[in-house]
């Protein structure tokens, strides 16, 4: 065989393997860059904002976390073909089942909240009135799933994914020097020692990668799919391909306010673009845009993960392959999720910082015991057969729970006693 | 209503007994998981009250 031809057939290869991971790819890159959702883009903007780009090197240490912990959900989906509710109720029985689904049905409400915070005021920036944008945005997302069909659902929701890339020639824009980049941000280190304030704000960006509705989303996601056990090596590149994005995308938006924004104390992720405004309008506007695709990815893929739990543990036609007419409940709830949420936002004076805290002390009761199930799930050679984590994976992901249990929980008491570690929540 | 109340209680009778096979180590992470939300909505609770007062 010529060069010519071994380079044909090479070239092939990886093309039917682009072909391959298209048909598969979806569910760990919309769960992963839904992920950097409204609350999410705030902690970044506020952490460059605060430490510079003293604290990359943390960040990419959460490629790994979030990796290991929605990795599982791919395997647990593809094999058992359930969603992580039903998962729950059937593993541990009626009472941890309750308790996760109504706890998953308030956080993933109080979240949607905060999407839609999000959205309203990266809109109002531009003059658009608070009740449009709930409007718009319910009937966007009430147009994206009416189709009946998962996969245009997906291939929609990865064109919003491909919007939130927009904070990469942001960050280019404001002309950050790489060699600083470089030496403070990939060394690690402490900016100031080790005190209060920055343990608060290494815990938000945990807390800000791994949430409780993730877990059920990827898992009931990999399941409406109908992906099989086959499948389970691509789901986990497109989940390293999300994390690994996600990341990038946090990234870029610590550059870009730690470029500009170094020492300006930033509450929300809208101020921080109407900050960028005055100094770059570009990269003002693209923080904005970027801040409304977070939240309507993050309203997307959250209001979704209720309505499938439902429908699984109440026995609904919960798919996104069927219509309005077949799965009526699982519509209705996903409106009704959409609706109420998007109404809080619009009452005047209503307590949304209040609801912003209350959204992270909530998520800390889920996010453990999500947890907890899910490497115990994982563990059941009964139902997981060759699919059971080994004991490496037991290990690091073990780990990871472990860490992830303590630093949100001191993440959770530090939003409700604010001070105890000296933190400025 | 009655409806709801009935399809809970026969959701609660399907998944009335755990699937998962009850190792020492799932018990007692069980057992962890219950003390550590038990504290939690301790002070949550009390986080409530002293709001509220």
């Given at each position: 065989m010529n060069l010519f031809s071994r380079l044909y057939y090479g070239l092939r290869r990886v093309l039917k393997a682009i072909q391959l991971y298209l048909v598969i790819a979806g569910p760990g890159l919309v769960v992963m860059v839904a992920d950097n959702d409204a609350g999410g883009i705030t902690t970044y903007a506020a952490t460059g904002a605060k430490y510079g780009y003293h604290l990359i090197w943390f960040l990419l240490i959460l490629i790994p976390v979030a990796y290991y912990v929605q990795e599982m959900t791919v395997r647990l989906g593809a094999v058992t073909k359930r969603g992580h509710a039903e998962a729950i109720f059937e593993g541990f029985g009626a009472f941890w089942g309750w308790f996760s689904l109504i706890d998953l049905m308030l956080v993933d409400w109080l979240t949607l909240v905060t999407e839609f915070i999000g959205?309203?005021?990266?809109?109002?920036?531009?003059?658009?009135?608070?009740?449009?944008?709930?409007?718009?945005?319910?009937?966007?997302?009430?147009?994206?799933?009416?189709?009946?069909?998962?996969?245009?659902?997906?291939?929609?929701?990865?064109?919003?994914?491909?919007?939130?890339?927009?904070?990469?020639?942001?960050?280019?824009?404001?002309?950050?020097?790489?060699?600083?980049?470089?030496?403070?941000?990939?060394?690690?280190?402490?900016?100031?020692?080790?005190?209060?304030?920055?343990?608060?704000?290494?815990?938000?960006?945990?807390?800000?990668?791994?949430?409780?509705?993730?877990?059920?989303?990827?898992?009931?996601?990999?399941?409406?799919?109908?992906?099989?056990?086959?499948?389970?090596?691509w789901g986990k590149f497109d989940t390293l391909l999300g994390s690994t994005l996600t990341v990038a995308v946090a990234i870029f938006i610590l550059v870009m306010t730690g470029t500009v924004l170094l020492g300006v104390d930033i509450d929300s992720a809208s101020q921080a673009a109407e900050h960028l405004m005055k100094t770059d309008r570009y990269v003002g506007t693209f923080m904005a845009i970027g801040l409304f695709d977070a939240g309507l990815l993050g309203a997307i893929c959250i209001s979704l993960a209720s309505s499938w739990a439902f429908g699984e543990i109440f026995g609904w036609a919960h798919s996104l392959n069927q219509n309005i007419k077949e799965?009526?409940?699982?519509?209705?709830?996903?409106?009704?999720?959409?609706?109420?949420a998007g109404a809080v936002v619009l009452i005047p004076g209503a307590p949304l910082v209040l609801i912003t805290l209350f959204v992270q002390v909530i998520a800390v009761t889920l996010l453990p015991a999500a947890l907890v199930f899910l490497i115990l799930l994982l563990n059941d050679r009964k139902h997981m057969g060759d699919y059971c984590n080994g004991p490496i994976e037991n290990v690091i992901g073990g780990l990871i729970v472990v860490s992830i249990v303590l630093l949100s929980t001191l993440y959770g008491v530090s939003v409700m006693f604010p001070g105890l570690f000296g933190s400025p929540a | 209503m009655n409806r709801l109340l009935r399809k809970v209680r026969e959701i609660n009778l399907r998944y009335r007994k755990p699937q998962i096979e009850m190792t020492p180590g799932v018990r007692l992470s069980l057992l962890a998981l219950r003390v550590y939300l038990l504290l939690l909505v301790s002070l949550i609770v009390y986080k409530f009250v002293i709001l509220l007062a």
């Amino acid at each position: 065989m010529n060069l010519f031809s071994r380079l044909y057939y090479g070239l092939r290869r990886v093309l039917k393997a682009i072909q391959l991971y298209l048909v598969i790819a979806g569910p760990g890159l919309v769960v992963m860059v839904a992920d950097n959702d409204a609350g999410g883009i705030t902690t970044y903007a506020a952490t460059g904002a605060k430490y510079g780009y003293h604290l990359i090197w943390f960040l990419l240490i959460l490629i790994p976390v979030a990796y290991y912990v929605q990795e599982m959900t791919v395997r647990l989906g593809a094999v058992t073909k359930r969603g992580h509710a039903e998962a729950i109720f059937e593993g541990f029985g009626a009472f941890w089942g309750w308790f996760s689904l109504i706890d998953l049905m308030l956080v993933d409400w109080l979240t949607l909240v905060t999407e839609f915070i999000g959205m309203t005021s990266a809109l109002h920036i531009f003059g658009v009135p608070p009740w449009l944008t709930v409007a718009g945005v319910v009937a966007l997302m009430g147009t994206i799933v009416l189709n009946g069909r998962y996969w245009t659902w997906e291939k929609i929701s990865l064109l919003f994914c491909a919007l939130n890339l927009i904070y990469i020639p942001g960050a280019f824009m404001v002309h950050p020097s790489l060699h600083d980049i470089l030496r403070q941000g990939l060394v690690p280190n402490f900016p100031g020692g080790f005190n209060g304030d920055l343990f608060f704000f290494l815990m938000a960006n945990i807390g800000t990668t791994i949430a409780p509705w993730m877990l059920f989303f990827q898992q009931s996601a990999v399941v409406d799919k109908g992906m099989l056990e086959k499948d389970i090596p691509w789901g986990k590149f497109d989940t390293l391909l999300g994390s690994t994005l996600t990341v990038a995308v946090a990234i870029f938006i610590l550059v870009m306010t730690g470029t500009v924004l170094l020492g300006v104390d930033i509450d929300s992720a809208s101020q921080a673009a109407e900050h960028l405004m005055k100094t770059d309008r570009y990269v003002g506007t693209f923080m904005a845009i970027g801040l409304f695709d977070a939240g309507l990815l993050g309203a997307i893929c959250i209001s979704l993960a209720s309505s499938w739990a439902f429908g699984e543990i109440f026995g609904w036609a919960h798919s996104l392959n069927q219509n309005i007419k077949e799965a009526p409940w699982f519509y209705a709830s996903y409106f009704f999720t959409l609706i109420t949420a998007g109404a809080v936002v619009l009452i005047p004076g209503a307590p949304l910082v209040l609801i912003t805290l209350f959204v992270q002390v909530i998520a800390v009761t889920l996010l453990p015991a999500a947890l907890v199930f899910l490497i115990l799930l994982l563990n059941d050679r009964k139902h997981m057969g060759d699919y059971c984590n080994g004991p490496i994976e037991n290990v690091i992901g073990g780990l990871i729970v472990v860490s992830i249990v303590l630093l949100s929980t001191l993440y959770g008491v530090s939003v409700m006693f604010p001070g105890l570690f000296g933190s400025p929540a | 209503m009655n409806r709801l109340l009935r399809k809970v209680r026969e959701i609660n009778l399907r998944y009335r007994k755990p699937q998962i096979e009850m190792t020492p180590g799932v018990r007692l992470s069980l057992l962890a998981l219950r003390v550590y939300l038990l504290l939690l909505v301790s002070l949550i609770v009390y986080k409530f009250v002293i709001l509220l007062a």
